[in-house]
């Protein structure tokens, strides 16, 4: 009898494991364009048409290559809405009765799936470097998780900048070659930009439609929607943007949305490309002498550290994960973050390419908007929800250990083992942001101190009890320590009053 294979929007790899055991001849393919994978979050429009269109191109694809695809579009009359109805409806008019999935990025997918009134079957997602396995087995019986063990145990594995048992250069990580603040000069080049073809205009107008009133720009649409674009957009970042990548890692500037980063998480993570061939292509570059070992190292450990990391973790701590709170935070997100005015430049920089492009590079989700969020005591699920829905790469499994663990400690310190807190002196070490700002990054406290430097400290003593103990903390206490009464005193009430403020919908 024919089986079902539902292949999800994020799933669009010919090596993906559902067609391995797949039958051309039998075998029925379901692809869904669903309303409520579009809405159960508001996603950027950006995203949506990603997605949409790429699920598209691949449909057209597994039917050049003898497939069998029954697809469903947004604006099709029967479409029923959800992923698992539309199942059960291609399972009716078929007569199947089995279906055959890869398992789901996301927990709340992977029940809708298992509460079919099928056979359901989910094979491992293979496209990832690590197996789940791989990481329960380094992960079982380690007092504490810490990403840099699992990344050298990950080198070994692929042999990935290895010479023998010893990493390439002599040394693990070349993080400290990868904090250099940007010249005023640079002239970063960007990710390759596509026009759309008339079939991604159509998609275009539909979430125009459909969608048109969630947060975030539509057009102009420069996304790659196919793996052969995904593979010209991954060799310019390696030839154009690789080189400087370590250097500049950190750095932010202002108009400047890209600097040397890949942008490649939006293909990486729908399956347009996978994340060993990027290593390689990153690791040969260093081999032919086209970049340099601080470059291809620090992207490496993205790829094959952080990005396999952050999923063994989102697996392993199971569905309550995205809920966690341990530092009770019960702030409502601020309006800043769906484009209020605010002075405050380095969130309105962050917040409005964010709107633009549905992209903004790492430092700029950790350090400025996840900071910021951390910093005021803002509710970590209502920051989960906002990074789900407002990036192109955003999916569960990647975005909730990025968010509820590494920006906002909701997770008590699963994945980082102290919070990414900073005051206003990081971001303008890191940054020419505080040059533009209606606050001062200098001031402390008084009219204009910028809000980061009150935060901060608010943040300190509000958890001193759960932080002051941790050993990479004890210098930030002794700081406010050594601080006068009557200072400290005047940072809380302003912070306070700064909150009220926040709390009140005015503009900060
Ligand atoms: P580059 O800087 O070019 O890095 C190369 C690749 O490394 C990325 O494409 C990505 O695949 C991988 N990578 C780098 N850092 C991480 C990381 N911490 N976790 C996982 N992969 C990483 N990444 C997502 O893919 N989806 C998300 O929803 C997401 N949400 C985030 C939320 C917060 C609060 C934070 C702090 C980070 C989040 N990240 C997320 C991680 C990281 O910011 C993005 O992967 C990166 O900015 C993507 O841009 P890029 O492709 O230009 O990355
Ligand atoms: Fe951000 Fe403070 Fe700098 Fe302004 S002064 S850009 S608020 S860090």
Redesign the pocket.
């Known amino acids: 009898m024919a089986k079902l294979i539902l292949i999800l929007g994020d799933q669009l790899s010919l090596s993906l494991s559902a067609l391995q055991v797949a039958d051309k001849d039998t075998d029925i393919i379901v692809m869904a364009e669903v309303a409520e994978e579009g809405t159960y979050v508001r996603h950027h429009p950006k995203k949506i048409a990603l997605i949409l269109a790429a699920m598209r191109k691949f449909a057209e694809q597994l039917r050049a290559e003898g497939w069998t695809v029954a697809y469903t579009r947004l604006d099709d009359a029967e479409n029923t809405g959800s992923i698992a109805e539309e199942i059960l409806r291609r399972a009716a008019q078929s007569g199947a009765d089995e279906v055959i999935a890869t398992t789901p990025g996301e927990w709340r997918l992977i029940r809708h799936l298992q509460s079919l009134p099928l056979k359901v079957s989910l094979r491992p997602d293979t496209r990832f470097i690590a197996t789940r396995a791989d990481f329960n087995d380094w992960a079982e019986g380690r007092k504490q998780l810490r990403m840099e063990y699992f990344y050298r145990k990950m080198r070994r594995k692929t042999g990935l900048l290895m010479e023998g048992d010893n990493p390439a250069g002599g040394k693990w990580n070349y993080d400290q070659e990868n904090r250099k603040a940007p010249p005023k000069d640079i002239r970063a080049p960007g990710?390759m930009q596509f026009t759309p073809d008339d079939e991604t205009e159509e998609v275009l107008d539909l979430v125009e439609r459909r969608f048109g009133d969630h947060f975030g720009d539509l057009r102009p649409f420069h996304f790659a929607v196919t793996r052969a674009d995904a593979l010209r957009a991954m060799a310019h970042?390696i030839r154009h943007?690789l080189p400087l990548?370590g250097d500049y890692?950190d750095a932010m500037m202002t108009g400047q949305k890209?600097l040397?980063?890949?942008?490649?998480?939006?293909y990486?993570?729908i399956g347009l490309l996978q994340?060993m061939e990027?290593c390689v292509a990153a690791e040969e570059a260093w081999k032919a002498g086209d970049v340099p070992l601080n470059a291809a190292e620090g992207?490496i450990r993205?790829?094959l550290g952080?990005?396999e990391?952050?999923?063994g973790i989102y697996f392993l701590e199971g569905e309550d994960y995205p809920q966690r709170n341990v530092l009770g935070h019960d702030r409502a997100l601020p309006p800043l973050y769906w484009g209020a005015e605010t002075g405050m430049h380095c969130l309105s920089q962050a917040v409005s390419q964010t709107r633009e492009e549905a992209?903004?590079?790492?430092i700029?989700?950790?350090m400025v908007?996840?900071n910021f969020a951390l910093l005021a005591g803002i509710d970590p699920q209502e920051?989960h929800e906002w990074?789900?829905a407002v990036?192109a790469?955003?999916?569960e499994w990647?975005?909730a250990?990025?968010?509820v663990g590494?920006?906002?400690f909701a997770d008590g310190g699963i994945v980082g083992s102290k919070p990414?807190v900073s005051s206003g002196a990081y971001i303008n070490r890191m940054s020419d942001y505080c040059k533009s700002c209606a606050y001062s990054v200098s001031r402390k406290v008084g009219e204009g101190a910028c809000p980061f430097n009150l935060l901060y400290w608010h943040f300190l003593d509000r958890h001193r009890e759960r932080f002051s103990a941790n050993p990479r903390m004890g210098n930030m206490y002794r700081s406010w320590d050594r601080m006068d009464a009557e200072k400290r005193a005047q940072i809380l009430e302003e912070a306070d009053a700064f909150l009220a403020g926040l709390e009140a919908g005015g503009t900060v």
């Open positions: 990710p970042f943007g990548f890692q890209w040397y980063h890949s942008v490649l998480s939006p990486l993570n994340p990027l992207f993205q790829v952080w990005r990391f952050v999923r992209y903004a590079h790492h700029q989700r950790l908007t996840g920051v990074y789900l990036y790469d955003a999916f990647v975005e250990p990025n968010t590494m920006s906002q990414y």
